[in-house]
């Protein structure tokens, strides 16, 4: 597995939104990925069912158990998603409930509906970013990517490590991409 950075620039998260836009699965995958700490695979397992009730009113956050961990996880959804998964359930929602958000035209061998694989994810984040000249870029890049921002955006490291199920404060810097640069220019900036 190829090592894959967080999207750093916001308005490379912008470009990557608008090149996405065409495909209404595609931008809603990457909007929710970038705005969680969901890893791929517990996005692709996601179902109506995990996002709205059986009138289709939207809960406030999302609640699933983590196909890694086998921990359960609740994490709020931002106003941007909300509007988003609305969009998409008003005009992509059969009406089964059980169905995955992100499913592929493959069907399983009773006819149900399959979610996309995580290679297919892989590939729709990796192209896009490959047109935006975005290097070492994937599906996973999303989970960084939000924790990138959120750890710029000074949210604390001993509870972004907690949202990440990481042992370690250092665990969570190495993942979301530190640098010594940024480091530098970090102890550059304070000149006590």
Known sequence: MEYVEPIRDRKKI????????G???D????LIGINTAFRVSDLLSLRYSDVMDNRGRLYEHFTLK????GKNNKVAMTKGVQKALRNYIDNNFDGNIKEFIFKSRKRDSNGNSQPINRKSAWRIIQQSAEELGLKNIGSHS????????????GTDIVLLQDMLNHSAPSITLRYIGITQDEKDRAVKA???
């Open 14 to 21: 912008d470009g990557m939104k608008k090149l996405l836009s």
């Open 23 to 25: 495909s209404p699965r």
């Open 27 to 30: 931008h809603l995958l990457f």
């Open 66 to 69: 983590e196909t890694k961990t």
């Open 142 to 153: 999303l989970r960084k990517t939000f924790a990138y921002h959120q750890y710029k955006m």
């Open 190 to 192: 304070l000149d006590l």
